[in-house]
């Protein structure tokens, strides 16, 4: 499976953080509970914050559907690795 990615819009020096909206990105504060009772049963994905320093996308799986653990790569904080899970270890 292979994809393309379009980028159209290329930043020329340091970007403002994007206006925050009440459905996101970048509201002032997202619950986690509210969120997922809006977008009702899994599966489903939505970017909580997206600006020049943090993307972060939470992402609701069926249950027992298995969790995806991955981590990102950010070259800004020295090639650090985080690991991301659902089960709390």
């Given at each position: ?54 993307l972060v996308t939470l ?15 950010s070259s800004t904080s ?12």
């Amino acid at each position: 499976m292979s994809a393309t990615i379009t980028i159209t819009q290329l930043a020329t020096g340091p970007t403002p953080p994007k206006a925050a909206t009440p459905d996101g990105p970048n509201a002032l504060r997202t619950r986690v509970a509210e969120l997922a009772a809006r977008l009702g049963p899994p599966p489903w994905s939505r970017r909580v914050i997206q600006d020049e320093r943090q993307l972060v996308t939470l992402i609701a799986n069926q249950p027992g559907g298995g969790n995806r653990p991955h981590g990102t790569r950010s070259s800004t904080s020295g090639g650090s690795s985080w690991p991301v899970s659902s089960n709390g270890s």
